[in-house]
């Protein structure tokens, strides 16, 4: 069977699972990069006399049979690569668009088992999706308000006592910003949240802060200390913070399994906090988040078992659409 992995080349998640693949022995691991579309990769998708094919040829040779495919992961697509020599703002939109279409098509149509559905993993990654569906399962939240409203930000921050913390919907490449303790001085510029819509939330007293990556059933979590870093606010400006493995308590993994149903997924990096008294407070998720850092410290072999839960899984789903095809014809 052939796992295909939709990523960057250079991506080192992308590199050990697809390491994984080749040790487990049974299967053929691919990796595409979207941004080599269409310069330096040419698509097919044909349909004749009652076949279908799907695949890719690299310029200068190689070609990749997509109709192989059992599953796929999806990590971190990359934008398409247009050609320099598309100058037009309209052209591009047009070239951009068609490209996109077809292969939002293909991935319908290939069949395969997805880690995750793009669509799904798309929908997971809105924060106010995701914490709607964390309240009604009954996952602990922090107290929080999405707004553009400048009222509603000094209601909000004169409620929590000023001890509130700021935040992005979503990191950009080029517009990142780390998760901020509002500062007193800051409330003067509240009138600028007029722009655009700012997530803020009560701030989190915590010893610890927890990642925890589901795959399928299984969980790997994954504790660090917070009163041994710098910036106790934001984990991930703490290059020095360190990861011991960590055991859930079962109604929070019986709320984190409700919370992938829920969001339809196969992969996630949930982030939680534990405070002094011992609650887990669910601050998000993130579909393709990071879990290296967490397998190379805490020696939990979350790269393999991805790529057995691929495997496993894009052979069930192969051979069920297999034997639906099948029932089909007989009828």
């Given at each position: 069977?052939?796992?295909?992995?939709?990523?960057?080349?250079?991506?080192?998640?992308?590199?050990?699972?697809?390491?994984?693949?080749?040790?487990?022995?049974?299967?053929?691991?691919?990796?595409?990069?979207?941004?080599?579309?269409?310069?330096?990769?040419?698509?097919?998708?044909?349909?004749?006399?009652?076949?279908?094919?799907?695949?890719?040829?690299?310029?200068?040779?190689?070609?990749?049979?997509?109709?192989?495919?059992?599953?796929?992961?999806?990590?971190?697509?990359?934008?398409?690569?247009?050609?320099?020599?598309?100058?037009?703002?309209?052209?591009?939109?047009?070239?951009?668009?068609?490209?996109?279409?077809?292969?939002?098509?293909?991935?319908?149509?290939?069949?395969?088992?997805?880690?995750?559905?793009?669509?799904?993993?798309?929908?997971?990654?809105?924060?106010?999706?995701?914490?709607?569906?964390?309240?009604?399962?009954?996952?602990?939240?922090?107290?929080?308000?999405?707004?553009?409203?400048?009222?509603?930000?000094?209601?909000?921050?004169?409620?929590?006592?000023?001890?509130?913390?700021?935040?992005?919907?979503?990191?950009?490449?080029?517009?990142?910003?780390?998760?901020?303790?509002?500062?007193?001085?800051?409330?003067?510029?509240?009138?600028?949240?007029?722009?655009?819509?700012?997530?803020?939330?009560?701030?989190?007293?915590?010893?610890?802060?927890?990642?925890?990556?589901?795959?399928?059933?299984?969980?790997?979590?994954?504790?660090?200390?917070?009163?041994?870093?710098?910036?106790?606010?934001?984990?991930?400006?703490?290059?020095?913070?360190?990861?011991?493995?960590?055991r859930l308590p079962a109604a929070v993994e019986d709320r984190l399994h409700a919370l992938m149903g829920r969001l339809g997924l196969e992969y996630g990096a949930v982030d939680l906090r534990l405070t002094p008294d011992g609650n887990h407070v669910f601050l998000e998720i993130n579909?393709?988040?990071?879990?290296?850092?967490?397998?190379?410290?805490?020696?939990?072999?979350?790269?393999?078992?991805?790529?057995?839960?691929?495997?496993?899984?894009?052979?069930?789903?192969?051979?069920?659409?297999?034997?639906?095809?099948?029932?089909?014809?007989?009828?």
């Amino acid at each position: 069977m052939t796992v295909l992995i939709i990523s960057a080349l250079q991506d080192t998640h992308a590199v050990a699972v697809i390491e994984a693949l080749a040790a487990r022995g049974n299967c053929t691991a691919e990796l595409l990069d979207l941004s080599e579309f269409p310069d330096r990769l040419a698509l097919t998708i044909a349909f004749e006399e009652g076949l279908r094919r799907f695949a890719l040829r690299r310029r200068g040779g190689g070609l990749l049979d997509l109709s192989g495919v059992n599953a796929v992961w999806w990590r971190r697509p990359q934008p398409f690569g247009l050609s320099a020599a598309i100058t037009d703002a309209s052209h591009r939109r047009f070239v951009l668009s068609e490209s996109l279409t077809a292969f939002q098509g293909l991935y319908r149509a290939l069949g395969a088992f997805w880690v995750n559905e793009p669509g799904r993993d798309a929908d997971a990654g809105h924060k106010p999706w995701q914490l709607a569906l964390a309240q009604e399962i009954g996952l602990d939240i922090p107290p929080t308000a999405m707004t553009n409203d400048p009222e509603e930000v000094r209601e909000f921050r004169q409620r929590h006592k000023g001890r509130i913390i700021y935040k992005q919907f979503l990191a950009l490449p080029d517009a990142w910003r780390e998760t901020r303790l509002l500062k007193p001085e800051e409330a003067e510029q509240f009138d600028a949240v007029r722009l655009a819509p700012v997530i803020f939330q009560q701030y989190v007293e915590a010893v610890a802060d927890i990642r925890v990556i589901a795959i399928g059933e299984a969980f790997y979590a994954a504790s660090t200390d917070l009163r041994k870093v710098d910036y106790p606010v934001d984990i991930r400006l703490n290059l020095e913070a360190r990861y011991e493995a960590y055991r859930l308590p079962a109604a929070v993994e019986d709320r984190l399994h409700a919370l992938m149903g829920r969001l339809g997924l196969e992969y996630g990096a949930v982030d939680l906090r534990l405070t002094p008294d011992g609650n887990h407070v669910f601050l998000e998720i993130n579909p393709s988040g990071q879990f290296l850092y967490i397998e190379q410290m805490t020696g939990q072999p979350i790269a393999a078992a991805l790529a057995a839960h691929l495997v496993t899984q894009g052979q069930r789903h192969r051979s069920a659409r297999n034997h639906d095809s099948l029932l089909g014809q007989i009828g």
